[in-house]
């Protein structure tokens, strides 16, 4: 059908109209265009031109901040401080040798040095960035940002590192952190790209390592521009890294402090829990060492000085160290024979000093004998014939059983390094470790805590606490994460009939207060603070027939190490217990002289919340010693709590 001339016309407009409004939209184009060439090339054209030569943009990871540590009053005991640092990239660097050659005219570097470092470089990827230099001067620092345009690859920056401001006072609990190496990145399956940072830190040892996940937050980054050189021209964009938690544990600084003051320069270690809660108020392992040494990077004097020292500073003794626990494990012995039936409150056994057992003799400390004893005097007096006849007629099974329900050669859960089992020995455990049967002599050296049994002072702390409260307490270590509290478990009534414990107890406060008991020395005058305690010596060696014949050596004749152990556990107050004290000193000789006096401070500062009064003490010349002992000591003052997400 053929269109009619006003329909022709009418069509001939529209397309008109469309191939205006088409060119139009053509020619906006074309200036739009043509103003960002104008802008491109003229105006902005120097810009473009650099960018043209060689510069892109790169992603650097910002390292988080380390979570903090801090007691359970807020104060910062493992926090972070400003450190200045430089770092070279061999992508960036070009002729690595020769950028070197030019940093060393501001970074004094040894030939060694300077080799070590470019077989480094050599060794890592060519974008992973090298740490040439670490804890620089604020002037070394400026000069090399002064120097950073003849510096390609080189990148001077400001960061954070671990610092530990209480010392070596919490040293063997936190441990350290230091560089990552080689083998910490093999030992994780999918290592955090963070890691490979120059700077990072990671915990090496104890709640550093142990926590390293809640501690070490999350990297951050940051767009920056770079020229062809590797330097840095401008930073495009930042994203801040998040801090790692703030972890806020059950010690308290002031008597961790003290406590470890306290041991001295005896090869020791102490352990305080809050018996209620089973918080680890305390936990000193003497001598100590500064862990920031290890964070900055120890030399090889220092760190040769600590391996050789016989006192063995970078063991910690308070969960590593297993000791025979001698008479401290009576109340195991007694606690098993009470609940086996054989035995009750009231059984007496003579003891003349020794007894004929197998065609052996085993002796009693005392050489005279104790006479006739009863379940209390039995630890008042440390009769050892008493426990000898017990393990016979009980056996070493049930002495076992008893010992891990008290919380010996059970592996407790805490976030520290190296935690020993310790031995509670049975006829099984024999059989399995050395192909041997269990004999009569096994058990009557394990009644006294001697022969295969091992525990260490946290074990024996644990004891103490359990026997105190007649309830199975579990130690811990952290109070709260990021401000949010940790549960307190409800400690369950141990299977041990209450009239038996109470027995131990009794004991133990006969030991402290009777005339005849072992420590009375060391007792408590304060009757609101009343002690129980038990005494401990551990031998070392064996003491031969001939020897007893013609004397038994004195420990203070003896070379150090060949010195017995001495020991001592106490809870107060008696009749309502809220803290229980271990303490080990290793060859310190007697456990009432030695280890008892230690213990005693220890437990009377935890009560009084720092130094206690004088009348405490028994006025017998003991107050005059104690005195002396405070006035040597430079104690901690009374701490101010810090902001939770501080840098410190």
């Keep these: ?61 910002l390292p988080p901040a380390r979570g903090l540590i801090q007691d ?10 400003q450190n200045y640092h430089v770092t070279l990239t061999r992508e960036d660097a070009g002729d690595v040798s020769a950028v070197v050659a030019r940093l060393r005219h501001v970074i004094p570097m040894t030939d060694r040095q300077a080799a070590d470092l470019l077989a480094e470089i050599r060794k890592r990827s060519a974008v992973t960035p090298v740490m040439v230099a670490d804890r620089l001067s604020w002037p070394e620092f400026s000069s090399l940002a002064l120097n950073a345009p003849s510096l390609p690859g080189v990148s001077p920056e400001a960061g954070l590192s ?68 590797g330097r840095e021209m401008r930073e495009l964009s930042r994203q801040e890294g998040q801090q790692g938690a703030t972890v806020q544990t059950t010690m308290d600084a002031r008597l961790q402090n003290f406590a470890l003051q306290r041991l001295g320069s005896e090869s020791a270690a102490a352990v305080v829990i809050d018996v209620t809660n089973g918080d680890i108020v305390a936990i ?24 050789s020292h016989d006192h063995r500073p970078l063991a910690d003794k308070s969960v590593q160290g297993a000791y025979p626990p001698g008479s401290t494990f009576k109340m195991v012995t007694l606690l098993a024979g009470l609940e086996s039936g054989i035995i009750n409150p009231g059984t007496r056994f003579f003891c003349p000093g020794s007894l004929q057992i197998a065609g052996r003799k085993f002796h009693c400390w005392r050489k005279g004998g104790h006479g006739t004893v009863d379940a209390v005097n039995s630890l008042s007096h440390s009769c050892d014939v008493y426990y000898y006849e017990v393990a016979q007629r009980i056996g070493i099974d049930r002495i076992a059983a008893m010992a891990r329900k008290l919380g010996i050669g059970v592996r407790h859960d805490l976030p520290m390094s190296a935690i020993t089992e310790g031995i509670a020995p049975d006829r099984d455990w024999k059989r399995a470790r050395y192909k041997q049967e269990w004999q009569l002599g096994d058990s009557i050296n394990a009644s006294i805590g001697q022969g295969y049994v091992l525990a260490s002072p946290l074990q024996l702390a644990v004891m103490t ?25 409800e400690f369950a009534p141990l299977d041990i009939h209450p009239l038996n414990l109470r027995t131990a107890r009794a004991g133990m406060d006969a030991v402290m207060n009777s005339d005849s008991g072992t420590a009375r020395r060391a007792r408590i005058l304060a009757p609101e603070w009343r002690m129980a305690g038990k005494t401990g010596t551990s031998q070392v ?27 001592f556990v106490c809870f107060a107050p008696f009749d309502s217990p809220r803290y229980a004290v271990s303490v080990v ?59 939770s997400r501080a840098k410190v």
């Design 284 to 307: 000193a392992s003497a001598p100590s060492f500064d862990p920031n040494k290890f964070v900055r990077g120890i030399s090889g004097p220092d760190y040769r000085a600590l391996m």
């Design 72 to 81: 359970r009053n807020g104060v910062v005991i493992a926090g972070n401080e």
């Design 541 to 567: 060696r064996n003491i031969t027939a001939a020897e007893r014949a013609r004397g038994v050596i004195s420990n203070d004749q003896l070379p150090w190490n060949r010195r017995d152990h001495a020991l």
């Design 1 to 61: 059908m053929r269109k009619s001339q006003r329909e022709i016309a009418e069509s001939s407009r529209s397309i008109s109209r469309r191939v205006l409004m088409l060119g139009v939209i053509q020619a906006s184009v074309v200036a739009v265009l043509g103003l960002k060439l104008r802008s491109m090339q003229i105006e902005r054209a120097d810009e473009y031109r650099m960018l043209s030569d060689g510069n892109s943009v790169k992603i650097r990871l």
């Design 162 to 229: 671990r610092s530990y401001p209480r010392g070596g006072d919490f040293a063997h609990v936190l441990g350290y952190v230091g560089p990552v190496s080689d083998f910490d990145l093999a030992k994780i399956e999918n290592p955090d790209p963070v890691l490979r940072l120059p700077e990072f830190q990671l915990g090496k040892v104890g709640m550093e390592v142990k926590l390293e996940d809640e501690l070490r937050g999350k990297a951050g980054a940051r767009r920056v521009e770079v020229n062809s050189a």
């Design 465 to 489: 606490a359990r026997v105190a409260t007649g309830r199975a307490v579990e130690p811990r270590l952290v109070r709260a994460v990021d401000g949010v509290p940790v549960p307190v478990k």
């Design 585 to 643: 000193v290793e060859h310190g000789g007697g456990g009432s002289a030695v280890a008892a006096p230690i213990a005693r401070d220890i437990l009377l500062f935890a009560l009084a919340g720092g130094l206690p009064p004088l009348s405490a003490y028994p006025d017998d010349g003991t107050r005059a010693k104690v005195q002396a002992i405070w006035d040597s000591m430079v104690l901690m003052p009374e701490p101010k709590p810090q902001n």
